[in-house]
């Protein structure tokens, strides 16, 4: 499939023919052993690399080989926004940052095989446990998709029909709902991990689902991140209560044409099997983006704001919740620190490091070994310590020099 916003739609070989192009995904858990897999692109030279790579990162993890030597380099030429993310952020991206932004970036630099490989067995665990605590109270239903515009319908019909079942409260918690609109004029992209309604005072709160490998909660640094996550869902949902939907922004940076006609499958999903959630018939008679999304504007302002934040934490081990952690909304520290984040993104200045008091942190890194921040960090280290020694040393010649003249004066 040729899926993505900015994709170029290139052609695949395999074996020296070429696959023909299908519109529908499926997982048809097909593994692929010895084929070698090249893109037939005249512009550029044959990328027959994909092997190599894989095995290359194998041995990152198993022989400590530095991962840098993968990365491909800044472009200087652009902002981080536009090189690295296309345009647009995920709500995750501002909690990497505020763990430690080096780390996002050198991860960002690296081939997404890579990157796989390095994934932790707890991130993995985790990712499982998500997706079995979606399928609890939601199933998949496979649609298929024709257009770059049909794939962000589904995010945004995922998040009506979630709207809807809680305005009409027939269904009170929902998993996994896609959100989206503006954190300081850019264009973020979110899925909230829990959404549930209090169908006596009409409430609405917000879970985000976290796991542990140990039965603790994490240290302060570590919530910091998770309540920040918290709070920009928070103000994307009220933002979308208010009316507030980012049409122009959304056509312009994933490049989606908002009155294309939506494919069959979707138009299908709408009028047939959604039928009993009473979605109007667009003016125009045509389903596309923007009829989408007034329903999903005029269905959020019936709703009220988000009520309370709470993070879930679940040991790994048993799959039970021992904690579940309110976090106030800080309107304050919520902007000082998107505002720190967004700065980066839109090249106002480089990537930074953790400070001093988090350097813990970087033990458990893959990139500790050839870290610039933390090459930068211990040349400042060293230059401070020459500097105090110098200045060590000037004071005993001050204090010598007195004693000298001082002894003088005696005589």
């Keep these: 499939m040729h899926l ?26 097909v593994v692929i052993d010895t084929p070698k897999f090249s ?41 981080p926004i536009d090189s690295l993310r296309n345009g647009y952020l995920w709500v995750s991206d501002f909690s990497k940052q505020l763990w430690c932004e080096q780390q996002m970036e ?26 079995a605590r979606e399928l609890e109270v939601q199933e998949y239903v496979d649609i298929k998709v024709e257009s770059n515009e049909d794939i962000f319908a589904v995010k945004v019909l995922n998040l009506v029909i979630a709207l809807k079942k809680l305005q009409r409260q027939t269904d009170l918690v929902h998993r996994e709902v ?61 933002d ?23 494919g069959a499958d979707i138009v299908k999903h709408i009028t047939q099997d959604m039928r009993h959630l009473e979605f109007p018939k667009p003016p125009e008679g045509k389903w596309h983006l923007s009829a989408l999304l007034d329903e999903t504007r005029a269905t959020a302002e019936g709703l009220p704001f988000i009520s ?36 980066y993104w839109t090249g106002q200045r480089e990537a930074s490091g953790v400070d001093v008091e988090d350097a813990w942190k970087c033990h458990s890194c893959n990139f500790q070994d050839d870290c610039s921040w933390i090459s930068k960090k211990l040349q400042e280290r060293k230059e401070e310590l020459k500097r105090r020694e110098d200045e060590k040393k000037s004071d005993t010649c001050k204090r010598t020099t007195i004693m000298y003249n001082n002894k003088d004066k005696g005589c």
Excluded at 46 to 61: E, H
Excluded at 112 to 129: M, N, Q, R
Aim: charged content about 35%.
């Design 178 to 238: 896609p959100i989206f609109g503006l954190v300081k004029g850019v264009f973020v992209i979110g899925k909230i991990d829990e959404i549930r309604m209090d169908d006596v005072d009409f409430t609405i709160d917000i879970v985000d689902l976290k796991t542990r490998k140990f039965k603790a909660l994490p240290k302060k640094s570590q919530k910091a991140t998770h309540s920040l996550q918290l709070m920009i869902y928070k103000q994307l949902f009220d």
């Design 39 to 79: 893109r037939k692109d005249k512009s550029t030279k044959d990328l027959n690399v994909q092997g190599d790579l894989k095995r290359k990162s194998c041995d990152i993890a198993e022989e400590g080989e530095s991962s840098k030597k993968y990365m491909r380099k800044i472009d200087s030429s652009s902002t």
């Design 106 to 131: 050198y991860t960002y630099l690296l081939p997404k095989s890579v990157v796989k490989e390095l994934e932790t067995d707890e991130a993995k665990k985790g990712t499982d446990f998500h997706l």
């Design 240 to 262: 979308l209560v208010r009316g507030l939907l980012p049409r122009h922004s959304m056509s312009k940076i994933l490049k989606l044409d908002l009155t294309k006609a939506l």
């Design 308 to 343: 309370r934040l709470f993070n879930e934490y679940v040991w790994q081990e048993d799959g039970e919740s021992f904690a579940m952690d309110e976090i106030k909304y800080d309107d304050q520290w919520l902007d000082k620190q998107v505002g720190r984040c967004i700065s």
């Design 4 to 29: 993505g916003y900015e994709n170029p739609r290139q052609e695949y070989e395999l074996d020296g023919t070429v696959l023909s192009e299908t519109s529908k995904e499926r997982d048809l858990g």
